[in-house]
């Protein structure tokens, strides 16, 4: 509501705008009125996985007042006596169910914010596919209203059961199943990943993660990404990645590895490095597993890394080495170098198969003074 006036006369005016007109056309509406009094109707805690998270990214915090309710996730908690501090709440509204990949784990407690009523089917489905069928699945619609009602029944159950769900619903999953376990530390098996041959090795990628440093919210540039494998593992730490990719058959292969391994959201870039990482957000650490040599890609990379920030490069080569070495010389940083080897069948006894050696150079660069 805004008041004017007018020829000494003082009208109000009310606009009122719905979110169903479109969403991104109402924010700009919303965010056109900055200095008139608005009121936001939303359901639930406004500050999580909600609008206001939305408009704290456009409004600094003294331009809003908030006033929270009872979150789904807490109405769902206490009907179901789930402490939350022991449950994953995410959100699948909007997002790709994909999302929900990343938290399935034997006993593990999922509650998550839907679309609407389809979202349970896709997460029945997902959970059946990755050998957590027998997961207990409680769907609760409609809470705090004169519908409202809970169904339980396994993930496939539910599928053969072809129920209907209402869209107003929270979804409550106790994971149960023999499901292959996939551990948010670095080192996930090499078959976890659909690639072609270009994938950094278990041991190998433990390794250069551990240098990398992941933490929440901190964004990597993977250059030369191949299968995606480093900004797959970042992301499942907490991070945000791009991945950077010159080859187009290798882009889809990158889709699917992070769906699979529940982290939907990265980010996919085409293109060659140099050129490719010019308009890239500014990185938290950067990491280069393939092109090093090429004219200009360290340079760009560099300069991509925020002051106070990380970049680690991988080489296999004698080349790529030698690169390393020099680059070490310039700006310092610590050189590694490993050499893994693992056990193989030769003829009907057991022997150890080396793989190619690869040396890893981390440097710093120094925040400004």
């Known amino acids: ?16 705008l719905n979110w169903a007109d479109g969403y991104r056309e109402t924010l700009d509406r919303i965010i056109a009125l900055r200095g008139t009094p608005v009121t936001i109707l939303a359901t639930g805690d406004p500050l999580h996985f909600g609008i206001g998270s939305t408009l704290g990214r456009e409004f600094p915090a003294d331009e809003m007042r908030i006033l929270p309710s009872p979150s789904a996730f807490s109405l769902a908690a206490a ?13 699948l ?3 790709p169910v994909e999302h929900l990949n990343r938290h399935l784990f034997p006993g593990a407690r999922v509650l998550a914010l839907t679309s609407d009523g389809s979202t349970i089917v896709q997460a029945a489905d997902m959970l059946v596919a990755r050998g957590f069928g027998a997961s207990v699945l409680h769907v609760l619609e409609h809470m705090g209203g004169a519908r409202e009602r809970t169904v339980r029944m396994t993930a496939q159950d539910l599928l053969a059961a072809n129920t209907p769900f ?33 994938l950094t090795k278990r041991e190998i990628r433990a390794a250069t993660l551990a240098l990398l440093a992941p933490y929440p ?12 494998s480093i900004a797959i593992e970042w992301m499942r730490a907490g991070g945000r990645a791009i991945a950077v990719e010159a080859k187009p058959e290798r882009l889809a292969m990158i889709a699917e590895n992070a769906g699979a391994l ?8 085409e293109g060659m490095a140099p050129a490719a990482l010019d308009a890239l957000e500014a990185a938290d650490a950067v990491f280069i597993g393939g092109g090093l040599t090429g004219e200009g890609v360290f340079e760009a990379a560099w300069a991509g890394v925020k002051p106070g920030g990380r970049l680690v490069a991988n080489a296999v080569t004698l080349e790529g080495e030698a690169r390393l070495v020099e680059l070490r010389g310039r700006h310092g940083g610590e050189l590694t170098r490993i050499s893994v080897a693992r056990a193989a069948p030769v003829g009907r006894y057991c022997g150890w198969k080396s793989l190619m050696p690869v040396t890893l150079w981390l440097v710093h660069k120094e925040r400004d003074a």
């Open 166 to 198: 209402a869209d107003f619903n929270t979804l409550a999953i106790d994971c149960a199943g023999d499901g292959p376990v996939l551990p948010l530390v670095p080192g996930l098996p090499d078959d976890a990943f659909r690639h072609d041959g270009q």
């Open 1 to 16: 509501m805004s008041d004017r006036t007018e020829g000494g006369t003082s009208h109000t005016s009310k606009t009122i």
């Open 93 to 95: 509204h909007g997002r």
């Open 262 to 269: 529940g982290v939907p959201d990265l980010k996919i870039t």
């Open 79 to 91: 009907r179901l006596g789930w402490p939350l501090q022991s449950v994953a709440c995410i959100t």
């Open 217 to 228: 919210g901190a964004l990597l540039w993977d250059v030369g990404a191949g299968c995606g």
